[in-house]
Nanobody, 128 residues
């Protein structure tokens, strides 16, 4: 059974950068074709999609509000999914979750419930 373990969150000042890591454990998740994504959820707010990709392919479209500062990448050799966040803003503060085996088509962020496996999340706090 696959397990997703996120890391890399923490406290950072506005304008800084972070790279979040999602380690895929449980089996050799190195084959292409699986859809994986990053979501985030702030206290009192709904979960929102940040970035997604089918492993081995280019990233899926980013939500308009996430274009430019968020970059999703994948290292197939290490079975790791990354999320680079640049120019961090206080409103980026949230718990970031890695998810797998969902749908990576257009507007993928509208259907988070299609993703079968979720990690425990890694918290990000942006403040001065």
């Amino acid at each position: 059974q696959v397990e997703l373990v996120e890391s890399g969150g923490g406290s950072v000042q506005p304008g800084g950068s972070l790279r979040l890591t999602c380690q895929v454990l449980g089996y050799a998740y190195t084959f292409s074709g699986h859809c994986m994504a990053w979501f985030r959820q702030a206290p009192g707010k709904e979960r929102e999609g940040v970035a997604a990709m089918v492993l081995g392919r280019d990233p899926s479209p980013y939500p308009d509000s996430k274009k430019g500062r968020f970059t999703i990448t994948h290292d197939a050799r290490k079975t790791v999914l990354y999320l680079q966040i640049d120019s961090l803003k206080p409103e980026d503060s949230a718990t970031y979750f890695c998810a797998s085996d969902g749908g990576c088509g257009d507007s993928w962020w509208r259907w988070p419930d299609t993703f079968r496996v979720w990690g425990q999340g890694t918290p990000v706090t942006v403040s001065s």
